[in-house]
């Protein structure tokens, strides 16, 4: 099947069909529909309208930049400020997820803050940005820094948020996979582009961006960027991604593969090989079916947790932890 992205360029409508995608009408799989708005200046007027009309096509996450109200001396608000408020109403009337990044004020300090609001309008979930970038600790007050990157599980599947500048400390991510998120929402001020394939690759989550940049970027779980569009106006993107699909090394799981594909031919498909990295991807293809769950069943490994289920007893075989070993030189 192939997935249709509906675009708004510069408020000049425009329909582009792209690639082959694991997504599809009906309940194959577990689709999330995903709306993301890349602007700089709006007011909040203006991006309530666009949200008014685009969830009107049906959305289960809308994602917009960061601190898109502004982060200077006179943008901050609180929690339950004008800007959630707002995103509040829309959130609830459209049946939709929101996340809405604020320059939070709490009790005189400042936070880099996205903040996500459930289908019902509640603030359900807030990341605080772990690595501000330098001209934050500029402002006055200066921006506080973020202690952790939480996992939420939302009805569709495992979220997290990165935001801009954490895009350039690996950790961050690796914490985010390690939770198990399925897909990983990085509301930004610049595009950043590759690096983020390099997070997608290595942890096997989707990635999808809102920038300020005026651009959208969205990552596969094998790192292929699958959709990347810009606009000179308000960048309106919607995707579809599939989070049933699983990504497998060959080691240890193709005789259980072939076994699943052979009892369960026409409700489960090989979708991608990558041979040289010696991965493949599984998908469902009849509705009400689900490949993890099924290959959970014949024993198949993900190859996230293959990679740490490999990093942990070879740990245990060597008697130390070689992450934590590793001195400033690489010398343990």
Same mark, same amino acid.
């Given at each position: 099947?192939?997935?249709?992205?509906?675009?708004?360029?510069?408020?000049?409508?425009?329909?582009?069909?792209?690639?082959?995608?694991?997504?599809?009408?009906?309940?194959?799989?577990?689709?999330?529909?995903?709306?993301?708005?890349?602007?700089?200046?709006?007011?909040?007027?203006?991006?309530?309208?666009?949200?008014?009309?685009?969830?009107?096509?049906?959305?289960?996450?809308? *994602?917009?930049?960061?601190?898109?109200?502004?982060?200077?001396?006179?943008?901050?608000?609180?929690?339950?400020?004008?800007?959630?408020?707002?995103?509040?109403?829309?959130?609830?009337?459209?049946?939709?997820?929101?996340?809405?990044?604020?320059?939070?004020?709490?009790?005189?300090?400042?936070?880099?803050?996205?903040?996500?609001?459930?289908?019902?309008?509640?603030?359900?979930?807030?990341?605080?940005?772990?690595?501000?970038?330098?001209?934050?600790?500029?402002?006055?007050?200066?921006?506080?820094?973020?202690?952790?990157?939480?996992?939420?599980?939302?009805?569709?599947?495992?979220?997290?948020?990165?935001?801009?500048?954490?895009?350039?400390?690996?950790?961050?991510?690796?914490?985010?996979?390690?939770?198990?998120?399925?897909?990983?929402?990085?509301?930004?001020?610049?595009?950043?582009?590759?690096?983020?394939?390099?997070?997608?690759?290595?942890?096997?989550?989707?990635?999808?961006?809102?920038?300020?940049?005026?651009?959208?970027? *969205?990552?596969?779980?094998?790192?292929?960027?699958?959709?990347?569009?810009?606009?000179?106006?308000?960048?309106?993107?919607?995707?579809?991604?599939?989070?049933?699909?699983?990504?497998?090394?060959?080691?240890?799981?193709?005789?259980?593969?072939?076994?699943?594909?052979?009892?369960?031919?026409?409700?489960?498909?090989?979708?991608?090989?990558?041979?040289?990295?010696?991965?493949?991807?599984?998908?469902?293809?009849?509705?009400?079916?689900?490949?993890?769950?099924?290959?959970?069943?014949?024993?198949?490994?993900?190859?996230?947790?293959?990679?740490?289920?490999?990093?942990?007893?070879?740990?245990?075989?060597?008697?130390?932890?070689?992450?934590?070993?590793?001195?400033?030189?690489?010398?343990?």
């Amino acid at each position: 099947m192939k997935i249709i992205h509906t675009l708004l360029l510069g408020f000049a409508m425009t329909t582009i069909v792209t690639r082959a995608t694991p997504t599809s009408a009906g309940n194959i799989g577990r689709p999330v529909r995903i709306l993301s708005l890349s602007f700089k200046g709006e007011s909040l007027d203006v991006i309530s309208k666009i949200i008014e009309r685009e969830a009107t096509q049906g959305v289960d996450l809308i *994602v917009l930049p960061e601190t898109w109200r502004g982060q200077n001396n006179k943008s901050m608000e609180p929690l339950d400020g004008p800007t959630t408020k707002a995103m509040s109403v829309l959130a609830k009337k459209y049946n939709t997820y929101i996340v809405s990044p604020i320059d939070q004020e709490d009790t005189g300090q400042r936070m880099n803050s996205a903040v996500l609001l459930d289908r019902r309008g509640r603030v359900v979930f807030v990341y605080h940005k772990v690595f501000p970038y330098w001209s934050e600790f500029n402002l006055k007050p200066k921006v506080n820094v973020g202690q952790a990157a939480p996992v939420y599980k939302a009805d569709f599947g495992r979220i997290g948020i990165a935001t801009c500048f954490d895009v350039n400390f690996p950790e961050v991510w690796r914490s985010l996979a390690d939770q198990g998120a399925e897909l990983v929402l990085w509301p930004s001020a610049y595009s950043a582009g590759t690096t983020l394939q390099a997070h997608a690759l290595n942890n096997h989550y989707y990635i999808v961006t809102a920038t300020g940049t005026r651009d959208s970027q *969205v990552y596969d779980i094998t790192g292929e960027r699958i959709l990347d569009q810009t606009s000179k106006g308000v960048n309106v993107a919607h995707v579809t991604l599939d989070l049933d699909r699983g990504i497998y090394h060959e080691n240890f799981n193709l005789a259980k593969r072939d076994k699943l594909l052979k009892e369960h031919r026409g409700e489960v498909e090989v979708e991608k090989a990558l041979p040289r990295e010696q991965w493949f991807v599984l998908r469902a293809v009849r509705p009400g079916v689900s490949a993890r769950a099924l290959a959970h069943q014949y024993g198949l490994e993900e190859l996230r947790d293959y990679v740490d289920r490999s990093r942990r007893d070879i740990d245990a075989m060597r008697g130390w932890s070689f992450a934590e070993k590793v001195d400033e030189r690489g010398q343990p």
